[in-house]
């Protein structure tokens, strides 16, 4: 069983900043690709980036140049750093691990609110 602790959250103005963690437990983190995702008010969850074991990336047109997804194997936490944040960028945040259908776990997601 994998757990999946998010934290980072907050209330940022626009053009601010927040970098979000999520810290797994057991041992298929480091074979796994690691994904944010997002969902807002009255919105379907929208994959925000994504990680893969090997390290490559993946990022939303709506978010590319501005967030950064990183992993940090030997913690077992992956990362996104999200920068010159806009009110739509206002959601609750959710990571997932993935391994296989049978691996697929979620955190419980954490806020963030862009306003001013």
């Known amino acids: 069983q994998v757990h999946l602790v998010e934290s980072g959250g907050g209330l940022v103005q626009p053009g601010g900043s927040l970098r979000l963690s999520c810290a797994a437990s057991?041992?298929?983190?480091?074979?796994?690709?690691m994904g944010w995702y997002r969902q807002a008010p009255g919105k379907q969850r929208e994959l925000v980036a994504r990680?893969?074991?090997?390290?490559?990336?993946h990022y939303a047109d709506s978010v590319k140049g501005r967030f950064t997804i990183s992993r940090d194997n030997a913690k077992n936490t992956v990362y996104l750093q999200l920068n010159s944040l806009k009110p739509e960028d206002t959601a609750v945040y959710y990571c997932?691990?993935?391994?296989?259908?049978?691996?697929?776990?979620w955190g419980q997601g954490t806020q963030v609110v862009v306003s001013s």
């Open positions: 990680i893969t074991y090997g390290g490559s990336t």
């Open positions: 057991g041992s298929i983190f480091i074979i796994s690709t």
């Open positions: 997932n691990l993935y391994y296989n259908e049978h691996s697929d776990y």
